[in-house]
């Protein structure tokens, strides 16, 4: 692993994490290739270890995924030291009647799949703003015990993006001291965590890991000219302003980016606050030029602006 001298590596806020730029995100639409069975187990196996030989020593999975066994395949016999490994808990019921058990029989089961003693980011999964408290009040104990116990190194939360995309959950909980790493939704078509999240992140460096870069609409450009032409019909964005054609055109030719996916990344990665950016396929080629994309310079300024003026106040859309 780490033969990609390419490969750039930050630190991933207060964990003091040493965690390259791009990250292996091992769950949404492809899950390693995994979701549709198409590809088996010994392709995504491959799919991790290809990533590691890229330099990217960030992989984010979790107990829902399935993906935590291959990802254990994968690292057996790495140094576990140059691994950061995140996964996460699934929300049990508020009204299980162990909670705390729940949980540790998930970080358990999570460690065995994995094939470790610890986790480096274990993750309180989707929790939305009706999760809250429960996240706080009951879950929260349990994880700080779990990290007393050194069975995982750090806490983090991911939000429910697609049901809480102007981020109500991670606004509030930000204003305590719960997380050392969040992972939020942003992307090109709705990058309101600059304003609401990103700020506060950034002042108690917080770590922050970055899903929804491309998703859907960022790689199937039918899906892009459809939420396009939505917004139009809604108002929200004048009929001139952009097309789904014009779209795609104008962030080709503006710029020296040769497809969108390369655009949406290039987006999230050089935002302020951003620390790591997930890339999530099944496929080796899309790998290879996501991590390519991702160590490219920003975008040209003339682009950006132009983004921020059609997208730059929406926080609604996901682009799933
Ligand atoms: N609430 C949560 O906790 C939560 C929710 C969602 C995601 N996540 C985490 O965040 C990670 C990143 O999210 P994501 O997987 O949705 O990532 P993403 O990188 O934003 O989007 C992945 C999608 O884009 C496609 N794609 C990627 N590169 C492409 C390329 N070069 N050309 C064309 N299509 C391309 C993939 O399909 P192909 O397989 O065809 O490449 C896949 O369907 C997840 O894997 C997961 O670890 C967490």
């Avoid at 094939?115 to 999760?131: A, F, M, R, S």
């Avoid at 990103?198 to 929804?212: S, W």
Wanted: contains cysteine; aromatic residues 6%.
């Amino acid at each position: 692993m780490g033969m990609n001298d390419g490969m750039e590596y930050t630190t991933l806020g207060r964990t003091g994490l040493k965690a390259s730029v791009a990250g292996l995100g091992c769950g949404g639409p492809s899950r390693l290739g995994m979701r549709n069975d198409a590809q088996g187990e010994k392709s995504a196996v491959a799919l991790v270890r290809q990533a590691l030989d890229l330099g990217i020593n960030f992989l984010d999975t979790a107990e829902s995924y399935g993906t935590e066994a291959v990802v254990g395949k994968a690292i057996a016999g790495i140094a576990r030291d140059r691994l950061i490994i995140s996964t996460k808990k699934a929300l049990p019921s508020a009204h299980h009647s162990d909670t705390e058990g729940e949980v540790k029989r998930g970080l358990e089961h999570s460690l065995k799949l994995l094939g470790t003693d610890y986790i480096d980011v274990y993750h309180l999964h989707g929790v939305e703003p009706k999760d809250y408290d429960f996240a706080r009040e009951r879950l929260m104990p349990v994880m700080r015990r779990l990290r007393e116990q050194r069975k995982i190194r750090f806490i983090g939360v991911t939000e429910g993006f697609v049901q809480d995309p102007s981020h109500q959950m991670l606004e509030q909980s930000l204003k305590e001291d719960l997380w050392d790493v969040v992972m939020v939704g942003f992307n090109l078509l709705n990058p309101s965590a600059r304003g609401s999240v990103l700020p506060m992140t950034r002042e108690k460096r917080v770590g922050v890991l970055n899903m929804f870069a491309v998703r859907r609409a960022l790689s199937q450009p039918d899906r892009l000219k459809g939420i396009l032409t939505d917004l139009v019909h809604k108002g929200v964005i004048a009929e001139n302003a952009v097309n789904g054609e014009d779209l795609i055109d104008f962030v080709l030719r503006e710029s020296d980016a040769t497809t969108l996916p390369e655009v949406a990344y290039r987006f999230c990665r050089h935002e302020r606050g951003v620390d790591i950016v997930l890339t999530g396929t099944g496929n080796p080629e899309h790998l290879r030029a996501n991590v390519e994309s991702i160590l490219k310079p920003p975008l040209p300024e003339s682009v950006l602006q132009k983004l921020e003026k059609i997208f730059g106040n929406l926080d609604y859309l996901t682009g799933n």
